[in-house]
């Protein structure tokens, strides 16, 4: 069983910054990459960051130049720093966690994480 669990969102004014976390718990799964994404209302999902076990990173428009994610291998989690949020930031973010079950390929997301950027 995988279980991807965020933490970390809330209500932030603009021109702040809040924290995200996400713990992957399995058994059986190796884990290769775990990434961010949100969706804002009436918007499809997009790609925030994504990061590999290696450490390569991967970053989309939005959050290139204020947002940075990085990862513990040992303890299975990600965060993701913003910085300079702006209301256009507002969206359910999730987490989302790829990796291996056997010869399988498989992702998980986790529940999301509500980001309100807001005077």
């Known amino acids: 069983q995988v279980r991807v669990v965020e933490s970390g969102g809330g209500l932030v004014q603009p021109g702040g910054s809040l924290r995200l976390s996400c713990t992957v718990s399995a058994s059986r799964f190796r884990l290769y990459a775990m990434g961010w994404y949100r969706q804002a209302p009436g918007e499809e999902r997009e790609l925030v960051a994504r990061i590999t076990i290696d450490g390569d990173t991967r970053y989309g428009d939005p959050a290139k130049g204020r947002f940075t994610i990085s990862r513990d291998n040992a303890k299975n989690t990600v965060d993701l720093q913003m910085n300079s949020l702006e209301p256009e930031d507002t969206a359910v973010y999730s987490c989302?966690?790829?990796?291996?079950?056997?010869?399988?390929?498989?992702?998980?997301w986790g529940q999301g994480t509500q980001v309100t950027v807001s005077s």
């Open positions: 989302n966690a790829e990796g291996n079950i056997g010869d399988a390929m498989v992702d998980y």
